[in-house]
């Protein structure tokens, strides 16, 4: 893609990848926020940036990998940020939340799930993240910079404990 | 709980998405926020740069007008002016260095974020030291065009206030740097290990 695109081609890529990705986002929205007003904060944030990327995308990688990519970056910086709600020196009626909960029905051990990923560090977030969404070692490496070795390692660790946390829930009937 | 479980409990999640998103707050808020830069580096260097040429021209303004200015009052007009200058050269140098940033991996954005960090700690470091001609030159020169010893106390603590806030400013640019640097040691540390 070209970095001379226009703004009508950049929002209707833009809508596309929002439309086939959006659970993308929303787990790593969950994963990296708590609270509704953080995960606003935190979905806002991310396709901000998104929208920005659409322009350096070069179809080296797929765009799921390279919206995951862009996700996890900006949640780790939002984490790290200092002063967190920034969108809320807007106009009045640009506050409204971006968000709704949609699910009827709350799966509790998919919670307890997001739970424990939540406790992970920012890295290890990532990286279950990915893990659990299927991607290979050499794409976690190329989305983490690091080597493949590094990111067997860091899984085999993230699984042992992810493991033994399950079987630590398993005895209060989860 | 195995593994091959936990999988099956996050592929569950496909089935419905958690949220539904209000498009219309969407569509506005990317309107607002698309032409905005958000970035401390760049609001900080941008002040700086203007207070300061500024400052150093009214000074010299001042001093011209006003022809019982002394040696000090000239030093000060000049220090303060190259500061200016100096932030100035210096915000261009970093904008030449962002270009160099095309790593989008996580490692290369850590690297990226980790040098503006390093690049604030440095700017905010030298702002501080740079107080000190800037308190003298001033001091020296108010008390040699003749000024009370109060106004020279009442300016003295007022620098005193302004040296302890950007002592506290560069010791959150100090703390921020310190957070990448242990998520960078993170995520690379167990190669190392191995």
Not at chain 1, 40 to 49: P, V
Not at chain 2, 19 to 24: A, L, T
Request: aromatic residues 10%; contains cysteine.
């Amino acid at each position: 893609m070209s970095g001379s695109m226009s703004e009508l081609e950049q929002n209707l890529i833009f809508n596309k990848w929002l439309a086939q990705h959006k659970a993308l986002l929303f787990k790593v929205v969950r994963s990296y926020a708590r609270t509704s007003m953080d995960q606003d904060d935190l979905f806002q944030e991310i396709i901000i940036q998104v929208w920005h990327s659409i322009p350096s995308f070069r179809q080296e990688s797929s765009n799921t990998t390279w919206i995951y990519r862009i996700a996890l970056n900006t949640a780790i910086k939002w984490v790290n940020k200092e002063r967190k709600h920034t969108h809320t020196n807007q106009p009045l009626e640009h506050l409204q939340p971006i968000l709704f909960e949609s699910v009827s029905q709350i799966d509790e051990r998919l919670t307890w799930l997001y739970e424990e990923i939540y406790k992970l560090d920012e890295i290890d977030k990532s990286l279950s993240l990915l893990l659990l969404d299927g991607f290979s070692y050499k794409e976690m490496a190329t989305i983490l910079g690091i080597s493949e070795s590094n990111v067997g390692v860091k899984i085999n660790r993230i699984k042992k404990q992810l493991i033994t946390k399950s079987k630590q829930q398993d005895y209060h009937g989860i | 709980m195995e593994f091959d479980e936990l999988q099956k409990i996050w592929d569950s999640q496909t089935k419905e998405p958690l949220w539904v998103i209000n498009e219309e707050a969407l569509n506005r808020h990317i309107l607002a926020q698309k032409s905005q830069v958000h970035h401390i580096t760049n609001k900080s260097e941008l002040v700086l740069t203007y207070v300061y040429i500024v400052a150093g021209f009214s000074l010299f303004g001042v001093n011209i007008v006003n022809n019982s200015a002394n040696l000090f009052m000239y030093l000060l007009a000049g220090w303060t002016l190259a500061t200016g200058l100096y932030s100035l050269i210096s915000r261009i140098q970093r904008l030449k260095r962002e270009h160099e940033f095309i790593d989008r991996s996580m490692l290369g954005e850590l690297k990226h974020a980790l040098s503006i960090a390093t690049y604030q700690v440095r700017l905010s470091r030298l702002m501080r030291w740079n107080m000190l001609p800037i308190i003298t030159f001033c001091l020296i020169g108010v008390w040699e065009s003749g000024k009370s010893v109060w106004q020279v106390l009442g300016l003295l603590l007022l620098f005193g206030a302004a040296y302890f806030v950007s002592g506290w400013e560069h010791s959150i640019y100090k703390g921020k740097k310190r957070e990448l640097e242990k998520l960078q040691k993170k995520l690379q540390e167990e190669v190392v290990t191995q």
